[in-house]
């Protein structure tokens, strides 16, 4: 059993020693009732958390600092004079378990903040929703089924009488023609322009009498007769010189 238990049990009987028998529930009732109207808003925990924080940081700031002051003493004095260096040393040691100590408290104050911090949220959430569903129940209650069915009945009714409004002014109105007749008539149409077709096409052209040009001679017979014509003139003119 740790000190602080064993303070705390000693603390709790000498307590209860001391305390008189009668009228023991009443005055634990009006306690009860007193922590219970004397009990802080979540706001103000927080704020509690947050400055208990705050100091802490600053408790772990100077613990280092002292920390980094005893290791440099230890250091010059270590050759010197070993037992400054080693009170040094001690002192370090401490200033450690202390930083360990403020490293855990910090988790867990951090953890109970985040928690109220959580637990406050859901409690304006919930406060909220339910805020919400008072107002949903009465919208509600203003509400009458059987008008709601009235309601869609006419809404029903008067889109038909629309469809059929827009039925009657969508169809065609002045002279009508019967579809049959006019096909009839169009093939008829068609019948006398195949007709007149066929007649264009019994008309065949004559067959022309005159006779066709000669195919042009070829080059190489071009040059024969044109090597012929020189040859003659060359004799010609040998004859008469």
């Given at each position: 059993?740790?000190?602080?238990s064993?303070?705390?049990?000693?603390?709790?009987?000498?307590?209860s020693s001391?305390?008189p028998?009668?009228?023991?529930?009443?005055?634990?009732?009006?306690?009860?009732?007193?922590?219970?109207?004397?009990?802080?808003?979540?706001?103000?925990?927080?704020?509690r958390l947050?400055e208990?924080?705050?100091?802490l940081?600053?408790?772990?700031e100077?613990?280092?600092?002292?920390?980094?002051?005893?290791?440099t003493?230890a250091?010059?004095?270590?050759s010197?004079n070993?037992?400054?260096?080693?009170?040094?040393?001690?002192?370090?040691?401490?200033?450690?378990?202390?930083?360990?100590?403020?490293d855990?408290?910090?988790?867990?104050?951090?953890?109970?903040?985040e928690?109220?911090?959580n637990?406050t949220t859901?409690?304006?959430v919930?406060?909220?929703?339910?805020?919400?569903?008072?107002?949903i129940?009465g919208?509600?209650?203003?509400?009458?089924?059987?008008k709601?069915d009235?309601l869609?009945?006419?809404?029903?009714?008067?889109?038909?009488?629309?469809?059929?409004?827009?039925?009657?002014?969508?169809?065609?109105?002045?002279?009508?023609?019967?579809e049959?007749?006019?096909?009839?008539?169009?093939?008829?149409?068609e019948?006398?322009?195949?007709?007149?077709?066929?007649?264009?096409?019994?008309?065949?052209?004559?067959?022309?009498?005159?006779?066709?040009?000669?195919?042009r001679?070829s080059?190489?017979?071009?040059?024969k007769?044109?090597v012929?014509?020189?040859?003659?003139?060359?004799?010609?003119a040998?004859?008469?010189?």
């Open positions: 059993m740790s000190k602080i064993k303070l705390f049990k000693v603390s709790s009987s000498s307590s001391s305390r028998s009668s009228g023991s529930s009443s005055g634990s009732s009006t306690r009860s009732k007193h922590r219970s109207r004397s009990s802080p808003s979540p706001q103000e925990a927080i704020n947050r208990t924080e705050a100091m940081t600053k408790k772990q100077y613990l280092e600092s002292r920390i980094e002051q005893e290791l003493i250091k010059k004095n270590g010197k070993k037992r400054a260096a080693l009170q040094a040393l001690k002192r370090k040691k401490r200033f450690e378990q202390q930083l360990t100590q403020i855990g408290t910090l988790s867990t104050i951090e953890f109970q903040r928690a109220l911090e637990a859901n409690t304006e919930l406060k909220n929703m339910g805020y919400a569903a008072k107002a129940k919208v509600h209650q203003n509400i009458d089924l059987d709601i009235s869609m009945q006419d809404i029903t009714e008067q889109q038909e009488v629309a469809q059929e409004i827009s039925d009657a002014i969508s169809k065609p109105f002045g002279d009508q023609f019967d049959d007749e006019l096909l009839a008539e169009l093939a008829e149409l019948q006398e322009e195949l007709e007149e077709s066929m007649k264009n096409m019994g008309r065949l052209p004559s067959v022309p009498t005159s006779k066709l040009p000669s195919a001679p080059h190489r017979a071009t040059s007769k044109r012929e014509d020189e040859h003659d003139m060359k004799r010609l040998a004859w008469a010189s």
